[in-house]
C-alpha cells in the first residue's frame, strides 16, 4: 500500500514564495515531481487546505500557485465532511479541551470550520496519513498553557499522527533518487 501524505498549505505557499519559485526554470523540476506525485495520488490536499490557496477576496484574482493548485488538485480534493473524519475531528477539539495545554482563545481559533489545521489532523487520523508542515511545534505543557494557535505537529502527536516538514518528506516519499553531486574545483573560482 502506497503512504498518503496530506499537504499543508504552508508547505506549498513557503515553496512558490521563497524556495522554488515558479517564475525560475530552474525549480520548474519541483512543481513537476510535485505534479507527478498527485498524480499518482501519493499527495493529497483536504478541501479546507484547497480552499486556502484557491479562495480569494471578490474581485482578487488568483495568484500561480492558486492556479496550480486549482490545476493540479482540483479533481482531486479529499472532503473533510465524512463520518470518520467528523468523528477524529471531534476528537481533536476534546483534546484541546482537556490537556489544559491552551487557554480558550488558542482553543476558539480552532474550533472554525474553515480553520484547516485541526481538520488535517482528523483526516491524517481516518486515513493513516502522513502530514507535511513546515510548522514546528512549540511543545506546550499543561502547567503553562498557551493562548497562542497550536501547532499541527503538537496536536497530531498527542493522536500518534505522523508530521515531516518539506526537507523530512524529500526522503521519506522514496520518489526521489539520492546522488553525490559532484563538486567541480575548477568551478569554484579558479584561475
Known sequence: ?????????????????????????????????????????????????????????????????????????GSGIMTHKTDAIGAAFAQVQDYLVTCSCYGADAIKEWEKETKADPWLIAAAMANDAIIVTNEVGANPQPTQPQNKEPKIPDVAHAFGVDTMNLRAFYDANGQLVARDYPIQGTLLGGD
Do not use: C
Not at 515558479?22 to 505534479?35: D, G, L, S
Not at 495520488?41 to 480552499?51: F, H, K, P, S
Not at 495568484?63 to 490545476?71: N, P
Open 1 to 73: 500500500m502506497v503512504q498518503l501524505y496530506l499537504l499543508d498549505a504552508n508547505v506549498l505557499i513557503d515553496s512558490h514564495r521563497q524556495h522554488h519559485p515558479f517564475m525560475y526554470a530552474e525549480f520548474h523540476p519541483f512543481w513537476k515531481w510535485m505534479e507527478k506525485l498527485a498524480g499518482l495520488g501519493e499527495v493529497r490536499l483536504l478541501d479546507v487546505v484547497y480552499q486556502e490557496l484557491t479562495v480569494k477576496p471578490e474581485h482578487k484574482p488568483l495568484d500561480t500557485l492558486g492556479e496550480w493548485v486549482s490545476q493540479i488538485f
